[in-house]
């Protein structure tokens, strides 16, 4: 079974650009996780999908960020337009069900910002 | 917001030594998980503690749910190279469902 695939894996962009990062979790998994780590720091929630339901959105750091779920696969993440301190590791995770389940990671995707 | 303390940030140890590194939290968690994220891949499970006072262990790694529910500490034994990594605690609180906080983590280093 494929785990969860995220793309690119590296992205490099100036500051005031757009960039859309793609998530496609586990076949089944319903539940679909954002998470974001900064250089350093810990490993930040950024919303949780049920299907393609926003289930909780509260770690989306402004309205520069916008996920989707079209049709409860997979999902993207755009950020518009990059600022300096979008910067780090965006981490997808995928899960059967939201309570005792693991959440299952994908190998994350390096945004730069220049 | 809910914030978990995890020390120590980096170890540097031999080949055969143990580890113990640990997480506290303010808050109170219902659930405890701990991670390891090898480089260029994501966070994989290692164990997950669902009771205060909860002690299990997966091979050479232990870790306990403490009886307060605002810590947790994550023991491995006889370490090999490639437990070279870092390490996140994580915590979950009913209240905040499937929302899972983490920890700093700790970067391990091993030497032969």
């Known amino acids: 079974e494929a785990g969860v695939t995220q793309f690119p894996s590296h992205s490099v962009i100036e500051k005031g650009q757009t960039v859309t990062l793609r998530c496609d979790p586990i076949s089944g998994h319903d539940n679909l996780y954002w998470y974001r780590r900064v250089m350093g720091k810990e490993i930040k929630f950024l919303l949780h999908?049920?299907?393609?339901?926003?289930?909780?959105e509260s770690g989306m750091p402004n309205n520069r960020f916008l996920a989707e779920r079209t049709g409860g696969t997979y999902s993207t993440l755009k950020v518009q337009p990059a600022e300096l301190e979008d910067s780090g590791v965006y981490f997808c995770?995928?899960?059967?069900?939201?309570?005792?389940?693991?959440?299952?990671f994908g190998p994350g995707t390096r945004l730069t910002v220049l | 917001g809910q914030q978990l303390n995890q020390s120590p940030q980096s170890m540097f140890i031999q080949e055969g030594e143990d580890v113990s590194m640990n997480c506290t939290s303010s808050s109170i968690f219902n659930t405890w998980l701990w991670y390891k994220q090898d480089p260029g891949e994501g966070p994989v499970l290692l164990i997950a503690l669902y009771k205060a006072g909860e002690l299990t262990s997966n091979g050479r790694l232990t870790a306990q749910f403490g009886i307060t529910r605002k810590d947790s500490f994550l023991n491995i034994s006889a370490s090999i190279p490639s437990d070279v990594g870092i390490y996140f605690c994580a915590g979950r609180y009913t209240g905040t469902a499937s929302k899972l906080t983490f920890g700093t983590g700790t970067r391990l280093q091993v030497t032969l």
């Open positions: 995770a995928s899960s059967q069900d939201p309570g005792l389940d693991t959440q299952y």
């Open positions: 999908f049920v299907k393609e339901s926003k289930q909780d």
